[in-house]
């Protein structure tokens, strides 16, 4: 489909472990961001990428968040050493640019830390 | 703090009546604001926008509403239908921010046949 694509849909991680997130945007969409959504909130900002760069940073939250793009297409958001307050579910969504303000999202990764 | 609040965390209404989905914000620096849908297991979807230069925006059976001196916006759907019943995201954006969306906690809508 013409759709952001996030993968895996669900995952399950011991507490310590890393993990690693993938997102597609939709093709010819410079812009791309994650949040996440954790249980009963709302969306969470974390990251944006204009291109292959990170211009705001601000809502990751903590050093054990991470996050690169390469090739102007897809991104993988790193989580280091998993606690379980790192459980959400967590969307990528892109836009055509970056003062776009019509995101579309991807379906999510639903990520649960045991 | 949040930014974007939904005091409403669930709202039912019978199929063929208006649906009034409300926001409020507090950041004056807010200038453009949005309203996404979801459904269960899927990422949000946009839905319909308005900027602060506007006081309503209307797209067929959805109208946002919004007061800059209140800090509120609304959503009105009508007439509403069963497969409008899904989770409302009020989201808003400062230009200085560059594109992040804030977003609200979400209002369930359940519509009734």
């Known amino acids: 489909g013409a759709g952001v694509s996030q993968s895996p849909s669900n995952k399950v991680t011991e507490k310590g472990k890393d993990v690693e997130l993938r997102c597609d945007p939709i093709?010819?969409?410079?812009?791309l961001y994650w949040y996440r959504q954790s249980l009963g909130q709302g969306l969470e900002f974390l990251i944006y990428f204009q291109g292959n760069s990170a211009p705001d940073k601000s809502g990751l939250p903590s050093d054990r968040f991470s996050a690169e793009r390469t090739g102007g297409s897809v991104s993988t958001l790193t989580i280091q050493r998993t606690q379980q307050e790192d459980s959400a579910v967590y969307l990528c969504a892109s836009s055509f640019a970056a003062h776009s303000y019509e995101q579309y999202f991807g379906p999510g990764t639903r990520l649960t830390v045991t | 703090d949040q930014q974007v609040k939904q005091n409403s965390p669930s709202l039912s209404v019978q199929e063929g009546r208006i649906s009034i989905l409300n926001c409020d914000y507090t950041n004056s620096m807010f200038d453009y604001f949005l309203w996404y849908k979801k459904y269960p297991a899927e990422g949000p979807t946009f839905l319909i926008s308005?900027?602060?230069?506007?006081d309503k925006n209307e797209d067929g059976r959805f109208t946002v509403f919004l007061n800059k001196s209140a800090k509120h916006l609304s959503l009105h759907i009508v007439p509403s239908q069963p497969g409008d019943s899904a989770v409302y995201f009020c989201a808003a954006s400062e230009e200085t921010s560059g594109s992040r969306l804030t977003f609200g906690e979400g209002t369930q809508l359940t519509v009734n046949p």
């Open positions: 093709s010819g969409h410079t812009a």
């Open positions: 308005i900027s602060s230069i506007k």
